[in-house]
């Protein structure tokens, strides 16, 4: 059974930091990307981090790109995302995902990929 559980979220003033961390099981890490997407409310859903199974190569959206960094611990079964400097424009659902692609300059999720529930990311101005 395939598992993502992403935590971490919270409430944070414009500037301020936090860190999300999922923990995922039940599926080959060779053959799904890791990474994170968000969903704000009315917005369509974007593609902000992945980062690559086999050599650790990281990418990051537009968006977030020098504020945001994603990493993991495949011993442990754990990718995380470092959110610093936020703005009140990052407020959204964050999900963990398996299966994000990069297309162009875009992270996408591929069919068959698989995420868990999302965390609540709010930040106030």
């Known amino acids: 059974e395939v598992q993502l559980q992403a935590s971490g979220g919270g409430l944070v003033q414009a500037g301020g930091s936090l860190r999300l961390s999922c923990a995922h099981s039940?599926?080959?890490?060779?053959?799904?990307?890791l990474g994170w997407f968000r969903q704000a409310p009315g917005k369509e859903r974007e593609g902000v981090s992945l980062i690559d199974s086999i050599d650790g190569n990281t990418y990051y959206a537009d968006s977030v790109k020098g504020r945001f960094t994603i990493s993991s611990d495949n011993a442990k079964n754990m990718v995380y995302l470092q959110m610093n400097s936020l703005k009140p424009e990052d407020t959204a659902v964050y999900y963990c995902?398996?299966?994000?692609?990069?297309?162009?300059?875009?992270?996408?999720?591929?069919?068959?990929?698989?995420w868990g529930e999302g965390t609540l990311v709010t930040v106030s101005s």
């Open positions: 039940g599926f080959d890490l060779n053959n799904y990307q």
């Open positions: 995902a398996a299966g994000l692609f990069r297309k162009g300059n875009e992270i996408q999720l591929r069919v068959g990929a698989y």
